[in-house]
């Protein structure tokens, strides 16, 4: 029902403005993005109708399925899925403003030729891989800042900042301990100083986190169930790299 997504955006921004309050941040620096894998377009529309204006999709093939219905209503669409490379020339097709999964060298490489034909760039967000699980892509901790710095040699791919998917646990110190790292790698990217590098978004916390990374520094929170209610398939679904 389009009522119980309203009702749902609602205590997700209160939950939201909780957080920062408590961690002393203000709540214009915390952008809310919807996760909208498996979820029709009509019920997208409910939220974009309810003042929403970022959204994200785990696939391609849900991109295209989705795009010409949400067209008609301004919205800003990321990607937050596992990228292959053969569904590069798709997904530029479909106005997607922020690329907030590369982890990988020859993604970046690929991505970087498909824009120069077109003209075009690209805002991206370096994916880490913060909680060490095999099941999980992105590059490892120890790799992030080498991939940052050969990715800026691309001149078509603006690196906005990171992107992580915590550890899915209950126990919230570990969970924090993957935020905390992101948030420690983007201060050594800082540093350094690179140049085609703007460290500015913090890509983490879902709806069952999104406290947490407030407080060790999101700016964007990717929520989907939280708002739109459960998947009927599980996130490892997701995370196939065949799929």
């Known amino acids: 029902m389009s009522e119980d997504i309203i009702l749902n955006i609602n205590t997700i921004t209160e939950r939201i403005a909780k957080a920062c309050a408590l961690s002393g941040r203000d709540q214009s620096e915390v952008k ?16 974009l109708a ?3 204006t970022l959204i994200a999709e785990n696939k391609v093939q849900e991109l295209k399925e989705k795009y010409e219905a949400l067209s ?18 798709d997904l530029l097709k479909h106005e997607v403003s922020c690329i907030q999964s590369l982890d990988r060298l020859d993604l970046a490489e690929k991505l970087h030729q498909r824009l120069l034909l077109e003209n075009k760039t690209m805002e991206v967000l370096i994916q880490v891989n913060t909680s060490f699980e095999e099941s999980k892509f992105g590059v490892s901790p120890d790799e992030a800042i080498a991939l940052t710095k050969q990715v800026a040699q691309l001149p078509t791919l603006k690196i906005k900042g990171l992107m992580t998917i915590g550890l899915l646990s209950a126990e919230v110190e570990k ?6 790292l992101l948030k420690q790698i983007q201060q050594q990217i800082i540093a350094l100083q690179i140049p085609n590098v703007n460290m500015q978004e913090l890509s983490m916390g879902m709806s069952g986190d999104l406290e947490a990374a407030i407080a060790e520094g999101a700016t964007i929170v990717r929520v ?8 009927p398939t599980p996130d490892s679904e997701y995370w196939n790299e065949n799929k």
Do not use: S, W, Y
Not at 32 to 47: F, N, S, W
Not at 224 to 230: C, E, P, R
């Open 72 to 89: 008609e209503m301004p919205h800003t669409n990321h990607f937050i899925g596992h990228l292959q490379t053969n569904k590069i020339k």
């Open 32 to 47: 809310l993005l919807l996760a909208t894998k498996t979820v029709p377009a009509d019920r997208i529309k409910v939220a």
């Open 175 to 180: 969970v924090r301990k993957c935020f905390r």
């Open 50 to 52: 309810a003042g929403q």
């Open 224 to 231: 989907g169930t939280a708002i739109f209610g459960t998947r």
